[in-house]
């Protein structure tokens, strides 16, 4: 059974930062793109950040270039999001998410509605 556990969620005051995991099992962790999502209240659900699990660059939304890092310990089969300098824009639930796939650095990252394993979601709050 595939299972996407976020953790690192919290409430954390403007410019603070926080590190997201996503613990991934019941599936062959390697050979799969790994997203980060959010979805604000009222708003629909976003990209954040997504990473190949078998190497490769990873790939981020303009509204986190510079201050967002997803990195991955395929050891662990965990996924994580380095948050720093963090805005209360970047308040919501955030998902992980996974699609199997092959890499190159010619191939667009999977677009969201093509993810089709997702976690339950950990909640950020940044207040001003």
């Known amino acids: 059974q595939v299972q996407l556990v976020e953790s690192g969620g919290g409430s954390v005051q403007a410019g603070g930062s926080l590190t997201l995991s996503c613990a991934a099992s019941g599936y062959t962790y390697n050979r799969h793109y790994m997203g980060w999502f959010r979805q604000a209240p009222g708003k629909r659900r976003e990209g954040v950040a997504a990473i190949y699990t078998g190497g490769g660059r990873p790939y981020y939304y303009d509204s986190v270039k510079g201050r967002f890092t997803i990195s991955e310990d395929n050891r662990k089969n965990t996924v994580y999001l380095q948050m720093n300098s963090l805005k209360p824009e970047d308040t919501g639930m955030y998902y992980c998410?996974?699609?199997?796939?092959?890499?190159?650095?010619?191939?667009?990252?999977?677009?969201?509605?093509?993810?089709?394993?997702w976690g339950q979601g950990t909640q950020v709050t940044v207040s001003s």
């Open positions: 998410a996974a699609v199997e796939g092959f890499y190159s650095d010619f191939t667009p990252f999977p677009e969201q509605s093509e993810y089709n394993y």
